[in-house]
């Protein structure tokens, strides 16, 4: 089983529509969460961090569910420029600060 | 600031032939993070540093990887010899973690090798 899992998708929704993800984890003992997303043939780039229940940040909602290990990403009113790849990443903090990366969920917001 | 900074963004050798990829973290950032990203495998850590100290390298592929941080202001990964399957994206990033044990990570913008 992986450390971290996603599903890859491609989600295909039209613009205006609210999309969730979901990913899960294996090692419990991990302290921080972050969603990043990345753009075809560029870098991956901090969407939003979790550090406890929760966090919003205007359309972007991130929750975490530590009992299920489980972290979720909503998107609302969904935006063409939303057409992504969106990466689930868990930092073990008792491994000396290690981000392992999930395989990434693709997101294409359609006219 | 100018953010992780990788060099070369592009490189092209022929199988067999030693390829040197260079990051310089972000100033003040503690961790640096070597990934290799394909479409098969995704994102894949390689190796990570801790204050120019390597704590995990359990995901550097074999022996022909080898990486060193000489110093907090640079990093280089080595291929040594290149084989068209380790053609791929290599992403550089670094971290500071601040305060409660948050972090962030701030990625360089890759190297993208291929080996033919």
């Known amino acids: 089983r992986k450390e971290v899992e996603q599903d890859p998708g491609p989600f295909n929704v039209p613009e205006g529509a609210t999309v969730a993800f979901n990913c899960t984890y294996s090692n419990s003992a991990s302290q921080s969460f972050f969603w990043y997303r990345q753009d075809c043939r560029k870098e991956p780039k901090l969407l939003m961090s979790?550090?406890?229940s929760g966090n919003e940040d205007g359309r972007f909602t991130a929750q975490l569910n530590r009992a299920s290990q489980y972290i979720s990403l909503l998107i609302r009113d969904s935006k063409l420029s939303d057409s992504a790849t969106y990466l689930c990443?868990?930092?073990?903090?008792?491994?000396?600060?290690?981000?392992?990366f999930g395989g990434g969920t693709r997101l294409m917001v359609k006219p | 600031d100018a953010g992780v900074i990788q060099s070369p963004r592009h490189e092209v050798t022929e199988m067999g032939q030693e390829v040197t990829l260079r990051c310089k973290p972000i100033?003040?950032?503690?961790?640096l993070f070597w990934y290799r990203q394909t479409m098969m495998r995704g994102l894949e850590l390689l190796i990570y540093f801790n204050n120019n100290v390597p704590i995990d390298d359990s995901g550097m592929p074999e022996d022909r990887f080898s990486a060193k941080m000489p110093n907090a202001s640079f990093s280089t990964l080595k291929i040594q010899p290149s084989e068209p399957r380790d053609s791929a994206v290599y992403f550089c990033?670094?971290?500071?973690?601040f305060g409660q044990g948050r972090t962030e990570a701030f990625f360089g913008q890759g190297t993208r090798l291929t080996v033919v």
């Open positions: 979790v550090y406890s």
């Open positions: 100033s003040g950032h503690n961790s």
């Open positions: 990033a670094s971290s500071v973690v």
């Open positions: 990443v868990v930092n073990s903090n008792n491994a000396g600060n290690m981000l392992t």
